[in-house]
């Protein structure tokens, strides 16, 4: 206990200046139960206050943290043993080796008489207090068979220490383990024993080396002296240097970080009397419990300064951060969805890293942190859904075929997926044809083609001075051309019969014959002039 004191004695100033600790950590660790930090509930009313603790007068964000407390006053608890539940069981109170034994009876159905569970989180006062209570040795409650006590936080806390008061002697051999979640391993936090080596397979020591999250192995609290009011106070940061530098320590910030904290007591402590088996003797033998403390703060990554009981889908009641800084998640633990410009981060002393809002231009309300794109522009948000059809990072384009016209919408360019070399059109809406292909939207084929296809259209090739107008014309399917009156052939090269010289400047396209009767059938002679 000297060595706890010394410690806290020198970590509460620090600690308390980040707002880890608070004053009624000491109270709760001397084991002045009187008067009990409160329920996490009693959290809800600092609801009512006006102004958030997250951010200062000038309405700058500032880290936050939800009051300290126990969090395990009337907390949901399991134990794997109790006494006088198959039915009632004689115990008698130590009084001492060789000394006269009273006994006693726990009857799990008589209230006065029962030690069930939740009176290790209970309200404990100094007069008629209440324990929970196991079976005795002559029931088997001996090494190797533990006894499990675990107790449900309700959410992820920031667990500053935790504390048992006895009303047996301390336990022998016993272990604290926590957990992350309710599907993660237990992990140990604490191991007590008078035989370290024997029970545990672990050397007796303090010194950590460079690994912090490794729990220890220590003898302090396991004489069986006191018989009862003894204490157990553990302190997770304890003889763990970066407790100093806990703000920059993620290594420290996961150990501390707990759902569930479980007891396993392995064996009780004796005066050597058991091997004899006399009845009262073994019945002498049992734990028993006042108390089961959690000092510690809800866990909300320093973005909340407020953690109430909710009721979940499922329909059970836990604890949950009232996140702010635009935070979301059990534990405050990622940024609301339109303000991941910059990536989540803890918050500190020093900066709130307060979730900065996405620039969708206006045309989106999602977004996500992406980390190339920070690091190349120092904004990471890349937004979702944009809309009014426009597209990018922050929406500050018109999507794929697409072009923008006035007040920034973004219109379709419906180029035509045949008869265009491209689907994007420019910024006139207007599209890139293949050869031969004309229109707007590269639709059909121009003058003087056809066969409209995936190639793009083919040439007609009509001859000018035999096609109507002297303008090249065609069928686009087939491809004949637009002859005039007195022209023939698919490019309407040719005088039809009867007819000669073609001329661009001859209405009709080519003269008549004049053989004076005597044929229907001449050509241009030579040096022939009009």
Known sequence: MKSFVILLAGLLPLLCSSQYYTSSYKQNVSGDRRSPVGPAYRASSRARERRSRCY????????????????????????????????????????????????????????????????LTDVDHDVNKTWWQSETMMEGIQYPNEVNLTLHLGKAFDITYVRLYFR??????????????????????????????????LPESSYLGEDETRALCTSEFSDISPLTGGNVP???????????????????????????????????????????????????YFYAVYDFAIGGRCKCNGHASNCVEATGLSGVRSLSCVCEHRTMGPTCNECQPFYNDKPWK???????????????????VRCYFNQGLYQKTGHGGHCLDCTANRDGPNCQRCRDNYYEIEGG???????????SSRLQCGSDGTCACKPGVGGNNCDRCEDDYFDFGSQGCKACGCELSGSYGNEPNC??????CSCKRNVEGQQCDK?????????????????????YGHSSICSSAGRYTK
Not at 237 to 261: C, G, H, K, M
Request: glycine letters at 6%.
């Open 168 to 201: 047996s002697p301390r336990p022998e051999s016993f272990a604290i383990y926590k957990r992350t979640s309710t599907n993660s391993v237990w992990t140990p936090y604490q191991f007590y024993s008078a035989t370290c080596e024997d029970t545990y397979g």
């Open 346 to 364: 803890r918050a500190d002393s020093t900066d709130a890293y307060e979730c900065r809002a996405c620039d969708c231009n206006g045309y989106s």
């Open 234 to 284: 553990f302190s997770t940061l304890e003889n763990r240097p970066s407790a100093y530098t806990f703000e920059s320590s993620a290594q420290l910030q996961d150990w501390v970080t707990a759902t569930d904290i479980r007891i396993v007591l392995d064996r009780p402590n004796t005066f050597g009397d058991e091997v004899f088996g006399d009845p009262k003797v073994l019945r002498s």
């Open 475 to 480: 069928d686009p399917h087939s491809g004949v």
């Open 495 to 515: 005088c039809k019969p009867g007819y000669f010289n073609m001329d661009d400047e001859n209405e009709f396209g080519c003269t008549p014959c004049f053989c």
């Open 409 to 419: 919408m973004c219109r379709a360019c419906n180029c035509d997926e045949q008869g």
């Open 56 to 119: 200062s007068d000038d309405d700058r964000a500032q880290k936050c943290v939800p009051e300290f407390l126990n969090a395990g006053y009337n907390g949901l608890i399991d134990v794997s043993n109790q006494c006088g539940v198959a039915r009632p069981q004689e115990y008698c109170l130590q009084t001492g080796y060789g000394s006269a034994k009273e006994c006693r009876i726990c009857d799990a159905e008589v209230p006065s008489l029962s030690h069930p569970g939740h009176h």
